[in-house]
């Protein structure tokens, strides 16, 4: 079962603009990850937010995280090429730390 | 270098014939998991390992085993593989107490 639904599938944009992709969840979570994909490579663990947190930054991300709503929010500032990739939220199942639920992921293109 | 590893990266074969993917952590985590990616359906945990001798099935366990005979090796075995297994197939690991992933590059299988 999905627990992230990613908002937009695909995302195009120059490099130097920000970059900003949804993710909703269904059930209640205590943390958040991101992930990055280079094309048909593995995951790359970007940033994990926890519930009692709002705002999380690393380098040029940012992520919100927003309980009430279920929603969390990567923003990208300042995109590179090198960005180009897709980005995955996931949360984990339950209490148990092995599993993860991903979202469909975002595809995020920068050009140059 | 801290690393999950996969073999083989591609794997081309044909329908029943056994095969054998290996995943090797050097992180000395306790818990591993399979996943497997499909466009539209996104990644789904297939088994996971808490550790030595401990398996339990994920989300799509058919057609698949497992098993974790030494903490550091988790390896997944198609008995009979058909062309419904056809997939791009992810090991990841993480310890105890942590929640984000650390995920091998990937082995891309195609049972024709």
């Known amino acids: 079962s999905q627990q992230g639904e990613e908002d937009p599938q695909a995302l195009s944009i120059q490099e130097g603009e920000n970059a900003t992709m949804n993710c909703s969840y269904k059930?209640?979570?205590?943390?958040l990850q991101w992930y990055r994909q280079n094309s048909g490579r593995g995951l790359v663990h970007l940033i994990l937010?926890?519930?009692?947190?709002r705002e999380k930054h690393s380098g040029r991300l940012r992520v919100t995280l927003d309980t009430s709503k279920k929603s969390s929010s990567l923003l990208i500032t300042a995109s590179r090429a090198a960005d180009t990739a897709s980005y995955f939220c996931?949360?984990?199942?339950?209490?148990?730390?092995?599993?993860?639920?991903f979202g469909q992921g975002t595809t995020l293109q920068v050009k140059p | 270098e801290a690393q999950v590893t996969q073999n083989p990266r591609y794997l081309i074969t044909v329908t029943g014939k056994k095969l054998t993917v290996t995943c090797s952590q050097n992180?000395?985590?306790?818990?591993m998991s399979w996943y497997r990616q499909d466009p539209g359906l996104g990644l789904r945990q297939i088994y996971y390992?808490?550790?030595?001798?401990?398996?339990d099935k994920g989300d799509v366990p058919e057609g698949y085993k497992v098993s974790r005979k030494e903490k550091r090796n988790f390896p997944l075995i198609l008995e009979s593989p058909s062309p419904n297994q056809t997939s791009l197939y992810f090991c990841?690991?993480?310890?105890?107490?942590?929640?984000?992933?650390?995920f091998g590059p990937g082995t891309r299988l195609t049972v024709t």
């Open positions: 390992s808490m550790n030595v001798e401990v398996t």
């Open positions: 937010i926890r519930s009692n947190e």
């Open positions: 996931a949360t984990p199942s339950g209490g148990y730390t092995g599993k993860l639920i």
């Open positions: 059930t209640s979570i205590n943390n």
């Open positions: 992180m000395n985590h306790e818990y």
């Open positions: 990841a690991s993480t310890k105890t107490g942590a929640y984000e992933q650390y």
